[in-house]
């Protein structure tokens, strides 16, 4: 009998009030305004994952990693992958190329003087490696990354290639390196690929809808890659005035996230992206 598909596991790490839907709303001049509970739901979530054994791969903010150290060391002490999700959440469609370049090796050189360790994988905030900003993928080959995990296979009215590949594939190489790319978890239904197993969609969809995702991924011998953030964890996060959509999007599914979550670390293998990147890269599955 064939090993079991292990799956990529990971957490995008920044404070509540730094995610997209706050654009525009809450300033980065006015974060200080607003109380820090990334920490304690990163805790959570190591403590969950201590329970059942699992690694997993974090995608920490360089601007968080320099507010909150002790979290990056706990979570490199701990064996998880620490990884990049950029310095400040902007989006990679709001940046140059140079301010792109900038803003990841500035970020990439936080987690790796904090977390004594080589970074080998990138998110974008908010998925945004989109059509029109391809370039960013030779960007992170250049700057010394092996894997991105920022291409989400869907139509979506901030982010998404519904044209790009749904499982783990090269997306750039040069001089005999490669980037391999993670795509956003979808499940193909009705000749539709259709989000899962991850973020809003881990939160407000039934918990069998992403468990279908990774059980079908699975028997195809494919890994699925599902994400969240810490404060999709968060029961006391704080409300702040949204238009109706913007509000379920952020706050929805919150209360049972938790048992969401433990559901699937008890049905299904996990594993960091970085562990399956270099699998990978060396030939093997």
């Known amino acids: 009998m064939a090993d079991p598909v292990s799956n990529a596991l990971s ?15 809450i300033p980065p001049a006015r974060w200080g305004e607003f109380e820090s509970r990334c920490g304690p739901q990163t805790e959570f979530i190591l403590g969950l994952l201590g329970e059942r054994g699992v690694r997993a791969t974090f995608f920490v903010l360089g601007l968080v990693a320099e507010r909150l150290p002790s979290l990056v060391r706990r979570i490199a002490d701990a064996g998880h992958e620490l990884a990049c999700h ?6 990679i469609t709001r940046q140059t190329p140079e301010e792109f370049r900038d803003d990841v090796r500035r970020a ?53 290639i519904p044209s790009a590949p749904r499982f783990p594939h090269v997306a750039a190489e040069r001089g005999g390196r490669r980037l391999w790319e993670f795509p956003g978890p979808t499940l193909r239904l009705a000749g539709m690929t259709l989000p899962a197993a ?9 918990c069998r809808w992403s468990r279908m995702a990774i059980r079908r991924a699975n028997r195809a011998g494919r890994p699925l890659t599902v994400f969240a953030h810490p404060w999709e964890f968060d029961e006391g996060l704080p409300v702040f005035p949204l238009p109706r959509l913007a509000r379920l999007r952020h706050y929805g599914g919150i209360r049972g996230n938790a048992r969401k979550l433990r559901r699937l670390l008890g049905e299904f293998r996990f594993e ?12 093997g599955r």
């Open 11 to 25: 957490f995008d790490v920044e404070e509540w009030f730094q995610a997209e839907v706050f654009a525009g709303r």
């Open 86 to 91: 950029g310095y400040d959440h902007t989006m």
């Open 108 to 160: 990439k050189a936080v987690l790796e003087d904090l977390g004594g360790t080589a970074v080998a994988g990138y998110r974008a905030p908010t998925f945004s490696v989109t059509a029109g900003t391809r370039w960013a993928l030779d960007v992170l080959l250049e700057s010394g990354f092996l894997y991105d995990a920022s291409v989400y296979p869907i139509r979506h009215d901030r982010y998404g």
């Open 198 to 206: 991850g973020g809003g969609y881990l939160r407000l969809f039934p």
């Open 272 to 283: 960091p992206l970085g562990a399956i990147a270099r699998r990978l890269e060396g030939g």
